[in-house]
């Protein structure tokens, strides 16, 4: 797919705080006690704070995207004009980057629910193929096995999907709490593939 690499998210990130004149960080005192070569390590510190919680699999638009919604969340958590804190960034990253994935999960949702039966496993499928994002109901369950079954989209494509997709999880919302994600969907997968079997008479 389609994402950045760990240096292009670490530029974007340091322009946002600091390195264009209207950058967040610039709209706020910095501390007196930080020197020249301290502001710099801290300011290295919270890109790589910040570029740590970004998903992998994020894309050059989801990064675009995020950094706005970021930009909103540093000052609903930081109320006055003083530097924030490393854990105000953080977790105004979190919020930002679960906010993205809500938009990205509503968008691929109204889209799939807008496209005729006949057509909607073909055009997942051709967007698989072309690395774009493609909403989780067609990596597990029902219609991911009808996705596969009607194309000839792979199994391997699939998969690399699946694995990003959890990736993504693990980012925000820690591996604990992906791993019982991932444990639902691939449950939901395996009675799929049974109830699809039994109605095309196919053994399991």
């Known amino acids: ?30 501390p007196e006690h930080l020197g020249d070569d301290q502001l710099r390590a801290e300011v290295n510190d919270l890109v790589h704070d910040i570029n740590s919680q970004i998903p992998q699999c994020y894309t050059d ?22 530097w924030p804190s490393a854990k105000t960034v953080i977790a105004a990253t979190e919020d930002a980057i679960t906010e993205v994935n809500r938009d990205k999960a509503k968008t691929h949702a109204e889209s799939a629910a807008q496209e005729p039966d006949l057509n909607i496993y073909a055009r997942w499928a051709n967007q698989m193929k072309k690395g774009e994002p ?64 039994h109605g095309n008479g196919e053994s399991n």
């Open 1 to 30: 797919m389609n994402t950045l690499s760990h240096k292009a998210r670490k530029q974007l990130v340091f322009r946002f705080l600091y390195q264009e004149p209207d950058s967040i960080l610039r709209r706020y005192r910095v």
């Open 61 to 82: 638009a989801d990064c675009q995207e995020l950094m706005p919604k970021l930009h909103s969340a540093i000052r609903r958590h930081h109320g006055t004009q003083n």
């Open 134 to 197: 493609v909403p989780d109901t067609f990596l597990w369950g029902r219609q991911a096995v009808e996705l596969i079954k009607r194309t000839d989209i792979d199994e391997a494509t699939v998969e690399a999907y699946r694995e990003a997709s959890y990736e993504l999880r693990v980012g925000v919302y820690k591996r604990e709490e992906a791993d019982r994600w991932l444990a639902d969907m691939q449950a939901q997968h395996q009675a799929a593939l049974r109830a699809w079997a």
